[in-house]
């Protein structure tokens, strides 16, 4: 009678992270935005460059972690990180600097109250309707003492009101202001 065979030993685990030890935030990330990217299709041929998972990689590394934990926890989408990456490599050309890039992100509409003479010493409050544009301005440029609160000064100087601002710096110079306005009066993208 033959001897038993022993079922054969199982697979290595696939890349599994050691027990206990965090898993790498970088990888996680750079999966899930070409993940996404491939199925929206909106990455044009960068997914096809064998060279941008490395990319992407260094993008995010290049940017202080909360840059990181902003895109993870929803704040920045993998469109921005492209949109991202592409503005501070064409920032590290000093020919290009600095670097400017807006869009339309939504509007919203409103009433603006109108008094109105209804007659008879009467007044009406009627409300006129209005739309609100917002965009976002992308900023990139050498990091410099001062700059973003001139750059600050300057949006608001052109009648812009910022609702909110993402500051990011780079571990090698550079700062990526990003600002949420309205008070543009048309539909642009730079």
């Known amino acids: 009678m033959p001897a038993p065979v022993s079922p054969p030993p199982p697979p290595p685990p696939q890349h599994r992270e050691a027990e206990g030890s965090p898993p790498d935030l970088y990888g996680v990330a750079v999966q899930r935005i070409s993940d996404h990217l491939r199925r929206t299709g909106q990455h044009g041929d960068d997914l096809d460059a064998p060279t941008f998972a490395e990319r992407l990689a260094r993008h995010l590394r290049r940017l202080r972690s909360r840059y990181l934990f902003s895109y ?48 008879d010493d009467r007044q009406e409050l009627l409300h006129e309707p209005g739309i609100v544009f917002r965009h976002e301005i992308v900023f990139s ?50």
């Open 72 to 119: 993870l926890d929803g704040s920045i989408s993998a469109e921005d990180v492209l949109l991202h990456l592409r503005i501070l490599d064409d920032c590290a050309d000093p020919d290009k600097r600095p670097v400017f890039h807006a869009r339309l992100v939504g509007a919203r509409l409103y009433g603006v109250p109108v008094v109105v003479d209804g007659g």
């Open 141 to 190: 440029s050498v990091e410099r003492p001062r700059v973003l609160s001139r750059l600050t000064a300057l949006v608001s100087e052109v009648g812009l009101n910022i609702l909110g601002a993402g500051i990011y710096n780079t571990v090698d110079g550079f700062c990526l202001f990003v600002f949420l306005v309205d008070g543009w009066e048309s539909k642009v993208n730079v």
